[in-house]
Nanobody, 126 residues
Framework: QVQLVESGGGLVQAGGSRRLSCADS????????MGWFRQAPGKEREFVAA????????YYADSVAGRFTISRDNAKNTVYLQMNSLKPEDTAVYYC???????????????????WGQGTQVTVSS
């Protein structure tokens, strides 16, 4: 069973940094490709970043490429999202998600992901 718990959200000033974590309490974390998504008020959930099972491949939305970095530590069953140069438009609830059965091509399609965390709020003030 996969249970994902995000942490690290909060209030940050524009231009600042924040690191989100997502921990899985199960024993199969390394079986899953992992992704981060976000949802701002009144908007649809959107893809942010994804990482392969081994951590060797990553994929980013254009809006965060060069500012955000996704990484994972399979020994700690944790995936991270390092967010730098934050902008007010990055304000959203951030969710981590796990994709079972990934064959190597990382996806930005939310329905490919089988398990989701409860989300953590990130607010960027101008």
């Amino acid at each position: 069973q996969v249970q994902l718990v995000e942490s690290g959200g909060g209030l940050v000033q524009a231009g600042g940094s924040r690191r989100l974590s997502c921990a899985d309490s199960g024993r199969t974390f390394s079986w899953y490709a992992m992704g981060w998504f976000r949802q701002a008020p009144g908007k649809e959930r959107e893809f942010v970043a994804a990482i392969s099972k081994s951590g060797g491949s990553t994929y980013y939305a254009d809006s965060v490429a060069g500012r955000f970095t996704i990484s994972r530590d399979n020994a700690k069953n944790t995936v991270y999202l390092q967010m730098n140069s934050l902008k007010p438009e990055d304000t959203a609830v951030y969710y981590c998600a796990a994709e079972f059965g990934n064959t190597g091509v990382l996806s930005d399609y939310s329905r490919r992901y089988n398990y989701w965390g409860q989300g953590t709020q990130v607010t960027v003030s101008s």
